[in-house]
C-alpha cells in the first residue's frame, strides 16, 4: 500500500510540477523534481 501512495504522491507532485511550469516558467523552484520528471 505504502509504494501506491508513494506512486500517487509522484503522480499529484508531477501534475503541480507541470501546471506551476506552464503558469510560470521562469519561478524555478524544485529542481530536484524538475531533473527528475524531464517528461513534463
Given at each position: 500500500?505504502?509504494?501506491k501512495?508513494?506512486?500517487?504522491i509522484?503522480?499529484?507532485?508531477?501534475?503541480?510540477?507541470?501546471?506551476?511550469?506552464?503558469?510560470?516558467?521562469?519561478?524555478?523552484?524544485?529542481?530536484?523534481?524538475?531533473?527528475?520528471?524531464t517528461?513534463?
Amino acid at each position: 500500500m505504502s509504494q501506491k501512495l508513494t506512486g500517487v504522491i509522484d503522480l499529484m507532485s508531477w501534475l503541480i510540477i507541470c501546471f506551476n511550469r506552464h503558469l510560470d516558467k521562469n519561478h524555478q523552484h524544485n529542481n530536484i523534481m524538475k531533473n527528475r520528471l524531464t517528461s513534463c
